[in-house]
């Protein structure tokens, strides 16, 4: 009688040790994304600071659509000009399932289009003489900005990844006696260990302007990029990353997903475009390497 309790007791144990092992089947094997913020600095010296604040962060899952990251649990205003040249604000570690994702969303503080000027904006431009102006969304932009890009979680491991958040393409000052400043956020994901960099030195740059080098997937730049832009439009809106030269000399081009680009060199008086002094080709770029590239301008074709 005493074994066959004895055995009873071993069956319970076992039946109950294999529900509790099932309860948690969803999060053991959850893995983590560690998340980055950077940016492309802009091309226009009057302007200092671009501030905006995430209030939410989603991701995408093909089981239930959209999950907020709980981990993300109050708004955090970033001056995205603090994070540029390979500079990068940490967002936060995130449990996620395992797989592969292609998109994450995050939602901003921001009036809308159309609305009055806000008391108190959660986002805004500041400008060198002190000054600030509140950026504005458009309509339906409250749902959210899409970051598109291809992550992969593995099970009980980590995954890191870059936000990069184009302020050049983003902000467009509408016209009018009273312009405003709407921000239509342009943000790529990029796998961080997956991405290498392009920096060089540039020579014989002309005198009494600067020098934007953007960063094109070879083959990609046409011509007519460089035309004026109509509506919200930017110009060379395919690159996929660009810099302004610096004091010294130097561009650096930071979060390029491994392959081959294309260099177009362009000069620019303040914040106007002048012309396109050329190109420079084929440039591979190799995951967690950089790639040195020096540029004369009078050897431009």
């Not at 094997?29 to 209030?55: H, K, M, N, W």
């Not at 089981?63 to 390979?86: H, I, K, Q, S």
């Not at 609305?115 to 102006?133: C, K, L, R, V």
């Not at 990069?164 to 509408?174: C, E, G, N, Y």
């Amino acid at each position: 009688m005493m074994r066959t309790g004895k055995f009873l007791f071993i069956v319970l144990f076992l039946l109950a040790t294999a529900v509790s092992c099932d309860s948690d089947s969803d999060t053991a094997d959850d893995g983590q994304l560690r998340l980055y913020l950077t940016d492309a600095p802009v091309d226009d010296e009057d302007v200092v600071g671009v501030y905006i604040t995430f209030s939410e962060i989603h991701y995408h899952s093909q089981a239930n659509a959209w999950e907020v990251f709980d981990e993300f649990d109050e708004p955090v205003t970033v001056n995205l000009l603090d994070y540029t040249r390979g500079n990068t604000k940490f967002m936060g570690v995130f449990d996620m399932p395992p797989g592969t994702y292609t998109q994450i969303r995050f939602l901003l503080e921001a009036p809308e289009q159309g609305q009055g000027p806000p008391t108190n904006p959660g986002s805004y431009i500041e400008f060198a003489d002190g000054t600030t102006e509140p950026l504005f969304v458009p309509s339906g932009a409250q749902s959210g900005v899409k970051a598109p890009g291809n992550f992969s979680v593995p099970a009980n491991g980590m995954v890191e990844v870059t936000a990069d958040f184009d302020v050049r393409k983003s902000i467009v000052k509408t016209g009018g006696p009273s312009p405003r400043y709407i921000l239509n956020p342009v943000i790529r994901l990029v796998v961080t260990d997956q991405a290498g960099r392009i920096v060089g030195e540039v020579s014989n740059k002309p005198e009494d302007m600067d020098v934007v080098v953007y960063a094109y997937e070879a083959g990609t730049y046409t011509g007519d990029e460089a035309d004026d832009p109509n509506g919200n439009d930017v110009r060379f809106p395919n690159a996929v990353n660009s810099d302004m030269v610096c004091d010294e000399n130097m561009y650096h081009i930071d979060f390029l997903a491994e392959g081959m680009y294309d260099l177009v060199v362009t000069t620019t008086v303040g914040s106007e475009f002048v012309a396109v002094e050329g190109m420079v080709e084929d440039i591979e770029v190799v995951a967690g390497e950089t790639t040195h590239q020096d540029i004369d301008i009078q050897e431009l074709e």
